[in-house]
């Protein structure tokens, strides 16, 4: 059985190995955004399918056949290593990014991972046919063993000690070794098989509606999975260890459920998740959850998960089959794992404004699962005992959908817009005005501010929030950079507060990934229309618009990205400092917004900072709620001593100690070193 067990975990190791790999590789491409992760786990669900697909098809031709067809596709895979993205596919603009994504992902891993698919349900179908009275379900258990494995050593061993590059070397270099095993271990160990199972005990054939079940229950496991996946990197960081969390717990359940079924007692786990699905809309409509901590959203969010999956997992190991329909029942899974990551990934968005993904799976798991319970008891009850039942249901689905949105409407409380699109969510809210007639306007990207302004008596009236006239930035913009004509580089627009600071001959470029947010700041807030600058706006990531205008030169900088926990980690890198030194002017300046819940971005900075030689000055200006200004801390990084030793600033500078760590790169990062 061992070379079975050890390719099959092999295997599954390069298999999920390689997805953060990857993804992270594209990451910068793509402006650092969630959705990148979400897209990509949808592509690695589809030809994961797509490989059980091959394997459910070729297990009917005769073994031979079988073995020809299979090591052939394995030598054709070894002419598409390494597995690095080519430069000619990355993006020129921010249109179609889930297409693109898709195509870049293909070309580069496509092949590669779909034979790494096939090797789980084709060897274990062997495996099946030639030890017909041996589980071959254990070989099921490893190969989730092996995912876990490759996704607990990506963030603490491969991503700390290599940068993406080697790692796409290594990983390519364990596909030759392992795609040699299964040569060796197909013309060793097997030179023909059974043609088929025929004893009539372990024969079985499967209804429409238990097929039906096969694909249900892993499409709301997937589906649960990456709802929660969204949640954490959208308030959290768009980081792999931040991905790799909820993975981790969504294999565990496949381990415990496929192990043995002491793991799952069913009245247990259907309680918890009844109890969980009361407490989800608090956690996904509290517009102050952040204010909880990175702990509690952290358990909060992977105990639901935790529940979800093994209710799932634990019913589709209750119908699994015979050993004769095992290929089958895999590409069963496969099949509801990608319809899972369809309805989040793609569907979701277009569907709802807000997320109530995690919502919608939660209901249909308890439906269903109570559905099954009370079809199974339906014979033995009386009739008023299944009218009490189904009204108890009808009970259920009318409370738990009026307890939900009550909830959803008390955080939608002075909602002017919102709009959800592949960045995320955006809200614009209103105050109840106050005594003097006055209400404010707030920008929100998930449960971030990304700006706001007063109305009063139908008149706007700046709110500067974290850019108010003591901050860094506005220190330069008023005081220190003067000139009859400047030129201001904005990367992030948010309501566009900093236009506010603008001059008359002043151009202000905002680079904005979002059309979204330019759209919003345009039409709910004044500070683009009013000001007495040229206000521009580019859409697309900063980066990749900064490259494509080979003629700017700014006099100041300004990088306002970095407020919401979903940080763009390819704007902090060597290769982004490189660029911004070469898009400022000799006695210009970049400077850095860092106010962050949980991340301290000074090390970052200054590690950059000093690859480039430049000198760099930290300015904490503390709130002052009579301007309704709040605390903001901000970087400035210039080769300008005048800059750095201005008078102005000198009142607000910190002198604490900035930790040392290594520079981060495009291919190298390491957030577990700032975490606050």
Known sequence: ???????????????????????????????????????????????????????????????????????????????????IPSIALKPIDSTFPVIKIIILLALTVGLPYFVLST?????????????????????????????????????????????????????????????????????????????AIVKSETVQKVGVRKTILWILFPALASAAFLAVTNHICLDIATIPFLWILPFCLYLITFIFTFADEIFYQKII??????????????????????????SFQLISYSLILFIACMVCHGELYRLRPASNLLTRYYLM?????????????????LIFTAYWDLLVVLFITVLVVAGLYFNSVKEKSTAKERQFIYLASFLLIVFFSYYAYSIKLKSWVGTVAAERNFYGTLHVKESLANDEGAKR???????????????????????????????????????????????????????????????????FTFYEINQAVIDYAHKYFSYLKDSSAQIKTVLGDARLSLEKEPDVKFDLLVLDAFSSDAIPVHLLTEEAFELYSKKIKETGAIVVHISNRYLDLAPVIKAVADKHGFGFVLVDTP???????????WLIVTKNEDILQSEELKPYITEKEIKKIKPWTDHFSNLFTILN
């Open 441 to 507: 306007r707030f920008l929100l990207h998930g449960v971030t501010l990304h700006g706001e302004e007063v109305i009063k008596n139908d008149k706007t009236i700046p709110a500067i929030s974290y850019y108010s006239e003591k901050t860094a930035v506005a220190l330069l913009l008023q005081k220190i950079i003067k000139a009859d004509s400047r030129e201001i580089g904005v990367v992030g627009l948010g309501t566009g507060t900093l236009a506010y600071y603008g001059q008359k001959n002043d151009i």
């Open 623 to 633: 709130k002052n709620e009579a301007n309704l200004s709040y605390r903001a801390v």
């Open 1 to 83: 059985m061992w070379p079975f067990a050890l390719l099959i975990f092999f295997s599954a190791f390069l298999l999920f190995q390689v997805q953060p790999l990857i993804s992270k590789f594209i990451l910068p491409w793509f402006g650092g955004s969630a959705s990148v992760w979400l897209v990509a786990m949808l592509f690695f669900q589809v030809f994961l399918l797509l490989g059980y697909l091959y394997s459910f098809i070729i297990n009917h031709f005769k073994f031979k056949t079988q073995k020809y067809i299979h090591l052939v596709l394995i030598l054709l895979t070894f002419l598409t290593l390494p597995i």
């Open 119 to 195: 090797t789980g349900p084709l060897l274990q179908a062997w495996y099946a046919r030639k030890y017909p009275q041996k589980n071959p379900y254990i070989l099921y258990v490893l190969s989730n063993a092996g995912s876990l494995l490759a996704l607990i050593t990506f963030p603490f061993i491969f991503e700390p000690l290599f940068d993406s590059v080697h790692q796409a070397w290594l990983w390519s270099g364990a596909f030759v070794v392992f795609g040699l095993g299964v040569g060796i271990l197909v013309w060793s160990k097997f030179k023909s098989l059974p043609a």
């Open 333 to 349: 899974i496969a099949i509801g794992g990608a319809l899972g990551g369809l309805f989040v990934a793609v569907l979701a968005p």
């Open 269 to 294: 786990y259907f309680v918890l998740l009844i109890c969980l699905l009361f407490i989800s809309p608090f956690l996904v409509f509290n517009n102050e959850i952040g204010s909880f901590g990175l």
